[in-house]
């Protein structure tokens, strides 16, 4: 009763003192209201000690939202994406989603019409403010309004090269990457035909105007593996275009394509010869990892490989040569044996062997660790041999999102 009173009171008041802003607003009232771009007819907002309000129900309309008016207690209330707001006029707090906002000034009424702070509401409903004070507009759009585009642009061309030029001025990872070096321009053109590649946004959380975060799928099928990914990737607009400021994987699955046997065999029938080159060359190749004879591990390595982990090297002069003959054989007790080997895919300059790798290695207490993963070998020809390009594990198949009792885990919680 007590606050139905003091309401009730306020109301008459600001009703009687506002008299005196009329001049105020009368001064500002060609302000035009735009959402989204469209004009919004008879909403005005008006400027008073610097600050922009707008009046509420007309204001809230223009967003969508519904909004209630309690005449007992004087409270209004409405509900801004799935979170209550209420406030009550000549008070000087909001509250919104168990938060409480604190106004520099009490909540106006002018005109018998109650304003809110228009920038306050609108971050709240996450539409980011442009007012153009020359031609007296102000300008609502959702974050992220019309940034759809360019987003997809970023992920797919970081999915293509994982360019450290795509991070953000403060990414961890950009200090662990040359900056000089073109990663999209020298991007490897395959032989190997991508028979499907899609890039979908499955959720997008904007933060703020210039900050995301979003969960990605990827789907890329090639002749020889089709690959499924699941990223989050937080990014921020940062001068004048998206950039990656973290990331994770959450999921990653793959399998081989259904028509595999069919090129296998297609290959064993007509290129007989030719496949057993690849195979002698990539066993020649693994003979030489377990005997750590450097040249020819050198010998069989794609040299396209090499020169890339130059130019790529944060510490001058280094090499790939001057790592492994340093830093990796020494202490290496790693053995490989290829098993079931079969070339699954042969082209003029590429192929693709699919095996089993028997890995193992010493263990501290004598004996040795052993483990037995599926694999793809990428090869590539050059100087007169078939080369080792690259080597993918098949058995390498994750899920984050789920916990270890199969329940779905939030996306963000990453």
Not at 27 to 45: E, F, M, T
């Amino acid at each position: 009763m007590i606050r139905k009173f003091l309401v009730s009171l306020l109301s008459f008041c600001l009703l009687v003192t506002t008299q005196h802003l009329i001049g105020v607003a009368s001064a500002d009232k060609s302000i035009q209201l735009y959402v989204n771009n469209v004009k919004i007819a008879g909403v005005h907002p008006i400027v008073m000690s610097g600050v922009m309000y707008a009046p509420y129900r007309s204001f809230f309309s223009a967003l969508g939202y519904k909004v209630a008016y309690d005449p007992g207690t004087g409270q209004i209330s409405g509900v801004i994406n799935g979170a209550e707001i209420q406030f009550w006029a000549g008070e000087d707090i909001i509250e919104y989603d168990d938060a409480i906002y604190y106004l520099d000034n009490t909540i106006p009424v002018i005109n018998g019409h109650v304003y809110l702070p228009l920038r306050l509401i609108s971050n709240l409903a996450k539409y980011s403010v442009n007012y153009d004070k020359s031609s007296l507009t102000v300008n609502l759009k959702p974050y992220g309004y019309g940034e759809e585009s360019a987003i997809i642009d970023l992920l797919t061309k970081y999915y293509k090269t994982y360019s450290p030029l795509l991070y953000t001025f403060d990414n961890l990872k950009r200090r662990y990457m040359n900056l000089e070096y073109d990663y999209e321009a020298n991007q490897p053109v395959s032989e190997i035909t991508v028979r499907d590649f899609k890039v979908t946004i499955d959720r997008i959380k904007y933060t703020s105007a210039s900050e995301a975060r979003v969960q990605v799928t990827y789907i890329k099928n090639t002749e020889v593996l089709n690959q499924s990914d699941v990223y989050i990737f937080d990014i921020r607009y940062e001068r004048g275009q998206w950039k990656i400021a973290d990331e994770a994987s959450v999921y990653s699955h793959t399998e081989l394509p259904e028509d595999i046997d069919k090129q296998a065999a297609s290959i064993m029938k007509n290129r007989y010869d030719e496949q057993n080159e690849v195979l002698s060359d990539l066993r020649t190749y693994y003979q030489a990892l377990n005997e750590k004879n450097l040249d020819l591990i050198i010998q069989y390595t794609d040299p396209t490989f090499i020169q890339q982990w130059k130019d790529k090297s944060l510490f001058g002069d280094g090499s790939w040569e001057d790592f492994m003959r340093e830093e990796i054989l020494p202490f290496s007790s790693e053995r490989r044996i290829l098993l079931n080997e079969r070339v699954v895919y042969l082209g003029d300059k590429e192929a693709v062997v699919q095996c089993k790798l028997d890995f193992s290695i010493d263990k501290k207490d004598g004996g040795r660790d052993n483990r037995v993963s599926e694999d793809l070998i990428y090869l590539k020809y050059a100087n007169g041999h078939w080369t080792i390009s690259d080597d993918f594990d098949l058995d390498l198949d994750f899920d984050k999102r789920v916990d270890s009792e199969g329940n779905t885990v939030g996306w963000y919680n990453y």
